[in-house]
């Protein structure tokens, strides 16, 4: 088992860059509770997160602006979504492009249905730029905060090892409720 660790510790850096190209959010928080134990670097992990989901990002849009005829047939469900999604980009494209990196699945989306929408390339790229900023560094030190409150927790169950198990099993319950309430139809 630790041989997994140190294996996924050793290519830490390259997962955090190959999940950001896609999203990232979670390999984000990630590297931040990692980088608060020593494992990781936070200013590089928050570095190599915002550079591959800027490309990712960007080659999104491209792909959206320049092969718009060679997607939409795996769109053809969706027509009518994405027809309303170009709508809202056009009339709220600063906004949309701003909040995107922050509500989990529109990470993907916006940026095709701004280069579905012609969007101005420019205007998208620093936009995006600047909303991957926030999104990097926010959540890097999100992570961060959160890994050194929960190591300081752990330290303090040290003198109690079998306390430590019950926290994370408590820990890990509360977030699965709390994410089985979030995700719930209604």
């Known amino acids: 088992m630790q041989e997994v660790i140190d294996t996924l510790l050793s290519w830490g850096y390259v997962i955090l860059?190959?999940?950001s190209i896609g999203g990232g959010m979670v390999g984000i928080?990630?590297?931040?509770?990692?980088?608060?134990?020593?494992h990781f670097s936070l200013s590089?992990?928050?570095?190599?997160?915002l550079f591959a989901?800027?490309?990712?990002?960007?080659?999104?849009?491209?792909?959206?602006r320049y092969f718009k005829k060679d997607l939409m047939p795996y769109f053809k469900k969706h027509k009518?979504?994405?027809a309303l999604a170009q709508l809202q980009i056009k009339k709220y494209g600063v906004s949309l492009i701003l909040l995107q990196k922050f509500i989990y699945g529109l990470k993907t989306f916006i940026p095709l249905a701004a280069g579905f929408a012609r969007y101005d390339f420019f205007k998208f790229f620093v936009l995006n730029f600047v909303a991957t900023v926030v999104w990097a560094v926010g959540l890097g030190y999100l992570g961060f905060a959160f890994g050194a409150s929960i190591s300081y927790i752990v330290d303090s169950f040290s003198k109690y090892s079998y306390?430590?198990?019950?926290?994370l099993l408590a820990l890990i319950i509360l977030i699965y409720f709390y994410l089985a309430k979030f995700s719930k139809k209604r």
Not at 29 to 37: D, E, F, T, V, Y
Not at 53 to 64: A, M, Q
Not at 163 to 167: G, R, T, W, Y
């Open 163 to 167: 306390a430590v198990p019950l926290f």
């Open 80 to 82: 009518r979504k994405i």
């Open 44 to 49: 590089l992990c928050i570095f190599i997160a």
């Open 17 to 19: 860059f190959l999940y």
């Open 29 to 38: 928080l990630a590297a931040g509770i990692l980088s608060a134990s020593g």
């Open 53 to 64: 989901n800027v490309l990712g990002s960007t080659v999104l849009f491209l792909l959206g």
